[in-house]
């Protein structure tokens, strides 16, 4: 059975063609970035094929990208080419890429144990500066969704590890680093879009 990096190479092409097309800009990724500076630096984690990171430069922000899914940087890379695209696990020191005043990991951790979550929190807590904002959105609900995780693709198995977290489970990873401020309205009702704010 192949995993959640091998997943999204094998079909970053077609997550693409979707996160691109205009109609599926996000509410809440707007409404985020009308939370900030203008101008601030801002992470797109887990930025799949980098259409988020797009929009996010294009309206005025400094953008940067990371994944762990080669196929789907080669894609975000193509097609954005001023901006940087990091390869890299959300679970390692990816502080090389200096500090960032907000954070958008959007269906990112969906894919993170519940057990691990702190370690997420931990590193998004070394990039992001002290007062930065940080947009998580997740799936609704508790623990790993068998449906939403194993997948057949021309005859072979994969297992994305596909986790619901809830706001409860959110804050207890992010205690002491993050504090919890607001949600903001979903753009689709199985998601939740929560804004924290570093400590
Ligand atoms: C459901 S997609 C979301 C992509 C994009 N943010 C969006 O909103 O459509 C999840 C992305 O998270 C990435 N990902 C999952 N686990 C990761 C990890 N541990 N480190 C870095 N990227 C990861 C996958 O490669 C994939 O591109």
């Known amino acids: 059975m192949l995993g ?3 997943y999204y ?3 970053a092409a077609q997550w693409a ?3 691109y097309a205009p109609e599926a800009e996000l509410e809440c990724l707007r409404e ?3 939370m900030l500076p203008s101008g601030a630096r801002v992470l797109d984690l887990c930025c799949g094929a980098g259409y988020e990171t797009g929009r996010i430069a294009g309206l005025g922000y400094e953008a940067v990208g990371i994944d762990f899914s080669e ?3 080669k894609i975000a890379r193509e097609k954005n080419p001023a901006i940087p695209f990091y390869r890299e696990d959300m679970l390692r020191d990816y502080s090389y890429i200096g500090a960032v005043d907000a954070i958008a990991v959007i269906a990112g951790l969906v894919h993170v144990e519940t057990a691990q979550l702190p370690l997420a929190f931990e590193q998004m807590g070394r990039v ?8 998580v959105s997740v799936r609704e609900g508790t623990g790993k969704l068998a449906e939403r995780s194993r997948f057949e693709i021309e005859g072979v198995a994969y297992d994305r590890n596909f986790i619901a977290h809830t706001l409860e489970e959110l804050e207890t990873a992010a205690e ?3 504090s919890y401020q607001c949600e903001l309205p979903s753009d689709m009702r199985v998601w939740k879009n929560y804004v924290f704010s570093r400590i």
Do not use: A, H, N, P
């Open 4 to 6: 959640t990096v091998e």
């Open 128 to 135: 992001l500066r002290r007062g930065g904002r940080l947009l």
């Open 176 to 178: 002491g680093l993050f």
């Open 9 to 11: 190479d094998k079909t």
């Open 17 to 19: 063609e979707r996160g």
């Open 71 to 73: 196929e789907s940087l």
């Open 32 to 34: 985020f970035l009308d």
